[in-house]
């Protein structure tokens, strides 16, 4: 059974960088896209990063997160910098079977999700 765990979140001041961390075991981790997603209170589920073949962005998020995929360690990165009052949220890491991938901005395009990291940014 796929788990995906994430680590990382942490309150920071706005214009510090982060980077939160998503490991997946319980399957060949490089069978898998991988994605990030974040919620905020009483907001729906909202789209971060997503890594299949290729790597997309959020338009909130584009030119300060990256994501990082590392099939060595069977772990996905996601590197924020530049952290501004908008950012904080749950953030959540997903996985999906690359065969059965859909949308990459779509929530239920994934299969399996993790139980989030709390982001928070003073200003």
């Known amino acids: 059974q796929v788990r995906l765990v994430e680590s990382g979140g942490d309150m920071v001041q706005a214009g510090d960088s982060l980077t939160l961390s998503c490991a997946l075991s319980?399957?060949?981790?490089?069978?898998?896209?991988m994605g990030w997603f974040r919620q905020k209170p009483g907001k729906e589920r909202e789209f971060v990063a997503a890594?299949?073949?290729?790597?997309r962005y959020g338009n909130p998020v584009e030119g300060r997160f990256t994501l990082i995929r590392d099939n060595t360690k069977n772990i996905v990165l996601l590197q924020m910098n530049n952290l501004v009052p908008e950012d904080p949220a749950r953030y959540y890491c997903?996985?999906?079977?690359?065969?059965?991938?859909?949308?990459?901005?779509?929530?239920?395009?994934?299969?399996?999700w993790g139980r989030g990291t709390q982001v928070d940014v003073s200003s």
């Open positions: 997903a996985a999906t079977p690359r065969s059965h991938y859909g949308l990459e901005n779509h929530p239920p395009s994934y299969t399996n």
């Open positions: 890594n299949n073949w290729l790597t």
């Open positions: 319980g399957d060949i981790f490089t069978g898998y896209a």
